[in-house]
């Protein structure tokens, strides 16, 4: 009898899954795994969880909507608490398996686990299939070399954009072979059995982001068709406060609930039921930059998480904890990073526009190490991936695949282009709410308003202000 294990991670989706599909058709018993990896929920360097209560709520909600999709189909998810190499290898042993089908990932420590899980189970005589399919461009399609990968987007972006062709989304199997009998199936665990917690809810929070695939595809039918928003999506991408300023698929995406390739069928199909334009573009523009990102880990290796990062470009990092704890909670006495910061801290959102200015305060005005913004980021965002969180994140510092070092983002001119009104920091920041506009976003400008001292002088701003496409 052919046994299929299939290892999901974050793919956590039964729609457009080449693993899934591959070993239901090839075999008789399927069984699913996913691995809750110790690993992610360790402290950091910097003193905190390396997975925050909110990120660890939407990652295992969305393993729980996975298994029920799984077992509408005929099929079940295993849930085991340990590392792959400990906990793959042990139940191929023990269901009798065959093959093993997984999506291949593109990070380092990813791809040493596949690296350690393949050679186990192969030594058992199990057959492996690593399949790409993370990105709108099979890595076979490229029209270069994963080692000579463009060091430019532009550059990347062209190329794919005239050579490669974006396949078509999968439709989701409609029923699985059968799981393998007595094989305890698990409990996901509590976010008090990772030893996490905090509060899920608060009260300023205007979007709700639900896990899971059926909640993905109601965000993207809702934005993209029946509130008609990605006629303009490039118009508002930029926009801070209002729920359907961007997308907001990125969270879906980074746990794979959706596929890329899924939202672009539907950018493609909005395009010929509807309108193409600039905005329906620019929403593929943002895939293509995620795919980039997934290639330039690939290309880096660990140098990515390294201090000079993968073009080696080191400089003298500051370490200031007082600071750094400031900017983390959104204290640091300027509002429109401290809005910011407290709502990815109060949501694990935080808008694109907003991710650009904080790092660069915090990489240009505190002068503090990059890969310490990085790991909060890794913490905290619902939409963390490690490729386009780290590859950002040494972009924004001038260490990443970029030719121009030292961005600066004059909070100043962001906050009088991107919140004119001051609507956005009024909002998060109850004690500004009462404030005018011009003095919401300088309470230092007026002796009796009580607010956060600020924490450091902001530099001049020599610099020209360039796009940092988080």
Request: hydrophobic share 40%.
């Amino acid at each position: 009898m052919t046994v299929g294990i299939v290892w999901f991670r974050t793919d956590l989706r039964v729609v457009d899954h080449a693993p899934l599909e591959a070993l239901a058709g090839r075999c008789q018993r399927l069984v699913a795994v996913y691995c809750v990896d110790p690993r992610e929920y360790a402290p950091t360097r910097w003193g905190f969880p390396r997975t925050s209560a909110r990120r660890a709520a939407f990652v295992l909600g969305s393993v729980i909507a996975l298994r029920e999709e799984l077992r509408r189909r005929g099929g079940d998810l295993v849930v085991r608490r340990g590392r792959p190499i400990d906990v793959i290898p042990a139940l191929a042993r023990e269901v009798g398996a065959t093959d093993l089908a997984f999506h291949a990932e593109a990070a380092s420590d990813e791809r040493a686990d596949e690296a350690a899980v393949e050679a186990a189970v192969g030594a058992d005589g199990v057959r492996v299939h690593a399949l790409w399919g993370h990105t709108l461009a099979p890595i076979a399609a490229l029209p270069f070399s994963v080692r000579d990968l463009p060091g430019h987007f532009t550059a990347f972006r062209q190329q794919v954009e005239r050579r490669v062709r974006v396949p078509a989304g999968r439709p989701a199997p409609t029923e699985l072979p059968a799981p393998v009998r007595d094989v305890a199936p698990g409990d996901v665990p509590s976010l008090a059995e990772l030893g996490l917690e905090g509060a899920l809810d608060d009260p300023r929070q205007l979007t709700s982001f639900v896990p899971g695939t059926v909640a993905g595809m109601a965000r993207m039918q809702g934005y993209i068709w029946d509130r008609d928003l990605l006629r303009i999506y490039k118009q508002t991408r930029n926009g801070l406060l209002a729920p359907d300023d961007s997308s907001k698929l990125s969270p879906w995406l980074a746990t794979g609930a959706l596929s890329p390739r899924t939202v672009f069928d539907a950018i493609l199909a909005y395009e010929q039921e509807r309108v193409r334009n600039e905005s329906t573009y620019w929403l593929a523009f943002e895939l293509w930059w995620r795919d980039y990102f997934r290639f330039v880990a690939l290309q880096a290796g660990r140098t990515l998480f390294r201090r000079s990062g993968p073009r080696g470009r080191d400089r003298q990092w500051r370490w200031d904890e007082a600071r750094f704890g400031a900017w983390c909670r959104g204290e640091t006495g300027y509002p429109l990073v401290d809005a910011n910061m407290q709502e990815l801290a109060a949501t694990g959102y935080m808008s694109n526009r907003g991710r650009q200015i904080v790092a660069s305060f915090l990489v240009n005005d505190l002068e503090i190490d990059w890969r310490a913004g990085a790991a909060w980021f890794e913490s905290q965002l619902l939409d963390y991936d490690p490729c386009s969180n780290w590859g950002n994140w040494a972009y924004a510092a001038g260490v990443g695949n970029d030719p121009r070092p030292n961005r600066y983002f004059d909070l100043a001119k962001q906050a009088a282009s991107y919140d004119t009104d001051a609507a956005y920091v009024r909002h998060w920041l109850p004690a500004l709410a009462s404030l005018a506009p011009p003095l919401a976003h300088e309470p230092w400008r007026q002796s009796d308003v009580r607010y956060h001292a600020r924490v450091a002088p902001l530099r001049t701003a020599e610099r020209t202000t360039g796009l940092l496409p988080l």
